[in-house]
């Protein structure tokens, strides 16, 4: 508990030397951390923006907007496309970068516009032990990640949500959908819309951990492992099947090892 309060104290440290900050919230556990210290820190020198786009699902920011509002903070809108870009919608393994190139552009708008003086996204020391190019166009473009200055982990950050009362500390990581498909499968709308479709149902079923990997006519379903034999026992599995072949996919697969992230990544 020392430890965390330490570094919390960093991380308050470290915002304050912005002065001003523009937070990249996703309404996810590690962003809403970020901004929840940033108002605590910064006051009306704190503001909030999340990316509108086929990416992601819409719950994800109808709950950013209800977060925003519930902590105080000027939140906006940022309405974008990453597969405008034909670069990203043929799914390379650089497709993160491209993204944050997208996003952050807006992003660097939005701060001028608003005077704030530092973007900053929720990368913590764990993201650090995946791939992520994404991070390439983070340096490039300038953009902050106090979370990780401060040596926070995603644990640290749970536990630091909990203390702090916010509804996320034990939210699920959230990714954008694309991180559903192989890298060199092509991402379409409606490939998009059928993942959504099943990761809704599996939501609305009340499961927390979950992902729906895209494999051609195949859906590959990732749960926590304490939820394997649950999605594999009757009624759950008919309605399961039922939904994702209503998605579209002709088959359903139950991966036995369990939800991880990043996932994908496995085969680079």
Request: with cysteine.
């Amino acid at each position: 508990m020392a430890n965390l309060e330490q570094k919390l104290e960093k991380l308050t440290s470290v915002l304050r030397e912005y002065g001003s900050l523009l937070v990249a919230f996703s309404g996810g556990v590690d962003s809403s951390l970020l901004l929840k210290v940033a108002d605590d820190t910064l006051g009306d020198k704190a503001a909030a923006f999340t990316e509108a786009s086929p990416l992601h699902q819409s719950w994800e920011l109808t709950e950013a907007r209800e977060l925003a509002k519930g902590l105080g903070v000027r939140h906006i809108v940022l309405e974008a496309d990453e597969l405008d870009n034909p670069e990203f919608a043929a799914n390379p393994v650089n497709r993160c970068y491209l993204c944050k190139q997208v996003i952050y552009g807006g992003a660097i708008r939005i701060a001028a516009e608003l005077g704030l003086a530092v973007i900053a996204d929720g990368s913590n020391v764990d993201d650090l032990q995946d791939y992520r190019p994404g991070r390439q166009a983070l340096a490039e473009m300038n953009i902050k990640s106090p979370l990780l200055e401060a040596g926070l982990t995603k644990a640290e950050i749970r536990a630091a949500s909990r203390i702090l009362g916010l509804p996320t500390w034990n939210r699920q990581p959230l990714a954008c959908l694309a991180s559903r498909f192989p890298y060199g499968t092509t991402i379409t709308v409606k490939k998009l819309r059928q993942v959504e479709k099943c990761e809704t149902f599996l939501r609305s079923e009340g499961l927390q951990t979950f992902r729906v990997r895209y494999h051609g006519d195949t859906a590959r379903i990732e749960v926590s492992s304490a939820d394997i034999a649950r999605l594999a026992e009757s009624p759950l599995r008919e309605r399961v099947v039922a939904q994702c072949k209503a998605a579209g996919f002709t088959y359903v697969a139950v991966d036995l090892e369990g939800f991880r992230s990043g996932s994908m990544n496995e085969l680079l």
